[in-house]
């Protein structure tokens, strides 16, 4: 199963972005489920994840502010982003445990 990350875009500050994660098959399976971003030139840090049992979890710096959440019959898990920040800007990938390879990413800016 391949996961795809789309949804990204141009908002500016304290406005919201809705990520999906699209999967190339079911996710009913997968356990795990991840949201990732990773700035130029930086690491790719992990930003929220859920298992298929609902457990969720999420970096500090997006607590309060991000929604990770899943749909088993869509195939896909989303992100949705309020209260976004300039420091929220970079790109948004998507993936699974066991990991796959990784998509393009989607490109998230937060400017006035």
């Known amino acids: 199963v391949q996961l795809q990350a789309y949804g990204g875009g141009l908002v500016q500050p304290g406005g919201s972005l809705r990520l999906s994660c699209a999967a190339s098959?079911?996710?009913?399976?997968?356990?795990?489920i991840s949201w990732y971003r990773q700035a130029p030139g930086k690491q790719r840090d992990l930003v929220a994840t859920?298992?298929?049992?609902?457990?969720?979890a999420y970096v500090d710096s997006v607590k309060g502010r991000f929604t990770i959440s899943r749909d088993n019959a869509k195939n896909t898990v989303y992100l949705q982003m309020n209260n976004l920040k300039p420091e929220d800007t970079t790109v948004y990938y998507c993936n699974k445990i066991p990991m796959t390879a990784w998509g393009q990413g989607t490109q998230v800016t937060v400017s006035s």
């Open positions: 098959g079911t996710i009913t399976s997968i356990g795990i």
């Open positions: 859920i298992s298929n049992l609902g457990s969720i």
